[in-house]
T-cell receptor, first 113, second 111 residues
Framework: DTAVSQTPKYLVTQMGNDKSIKCEQNLGHDTMYWYKQDSKKFLKIMFSYNNKELIINETVPNRFSPKSPDKAHLNLHINSLELGDSAVYFC????????????FGPGTRLTVT | GQSLEQPSEVTAVEGAIVQINCTYQTSGFYGLSWYQQHDGGAPTFLSYNALDGLEETGRFSSFLSRSDSYGYLLLQELQMKDSASYFCAVRLNTGGFKTIFGAGTRLFVKA
């Protein structure tokens, strides 16, 4: 059974489009995260939710909007995609907001052309 | 601001021991984690140090010195499958227990 899953695994789209990435965890964790990993493998936190409540909101363009319908799901919607949005987006979860161990999903490779 | 420094690349031979260093400058330091990431894969958790000293987990050990803002990951009996990127990550007790990742160290293990 996959602990943290993301769909789609690959996403190729044109500039200006709107797209969504979905994430689900079946670990029973309370806290979920979105990270962006750029071409130089730099991994940066974007958002975090704890029990559906937004607790971390980094300096991210407001074209990026996370949504957590329940504590097992965290989706990321991106409006008006730009070339610089091309990256691998990882979803992760942890037992709770105090837990140091994070479990990462397989990633979604987004390519904007 | 927050910053973490780790070497960009390290090369070692199979069976050897390698140490990957990490220095950090942060406010609200809570602990230091290490993650491994193979090409095309997801980061996976290796270890965590909140207190000074050495933590050992099989072939991997991690060390922290809070007074020196320094830690390292020690990999023993290197195997080819250890070729991967290794990230140190600082856990902060501000901003909702945020985790800040270093740029990663690419480890190449040669036969």
């Amino acid at each position: 059974d996959t602990a943290v899953s993301q769909t789609p695994k690959y996403l190729v789209t044109q500039m200006g489009n709107d797209k969504s990435i979905k994430c689900e965890q079946n670990l029973g964790h309370d806290t979920m995260y979105w990270y962006k990993q750029d071409s130089k493998k730099f991994l940066k936190i974007m958002f975090s939710y704890n029990n559906k409540e937004l607790i971390i909101n980094e300096t991210v363009p407001n074209r990026f909007s996370p949504k957590s319908p329940d504590k097992a799901h965290l989706n990321l919607h991106i409006n008006s995609l730009e070339l610089g949005d091309s990256a691998v987006y990882f979803c992760a979860s942890s037992q709770d907001r105090d837990s140091y161990e994070q479990y990462f999903g397989p990633g979604t490779r987004l390519t904007v052309t | 601001g927050q910053s973490l420094e780790q070497p960009s690349e390290v090369t070692a031979v199979e069976g050897a021991i390698v140490q990957i260093n990490c220095t950090y400058q942060t406010s609200g330091f809570y602990g230091l984690s290490w993650y491994q990431q193979h090409d095309g894969g997801a980061p996976t958790f290796l270890s965590y140090n909140a207190l000074d000293g050495l933590e050992e987990t099989g072939r991997f050990s991690s060390f922290l010195s809070r007074s020196d803002s320094y830690g390292y990951l020690l990999l023993q009996e290197l195997q080819m499958k250890d070729s991967a990127s290794y990230f140190c990550a600082v856990r902060l007790n501000t901003g909702g227990f945020k985790t800040i990742f270093g740029a990663g160290t690419r480890l190449f293990v040669k036969a």
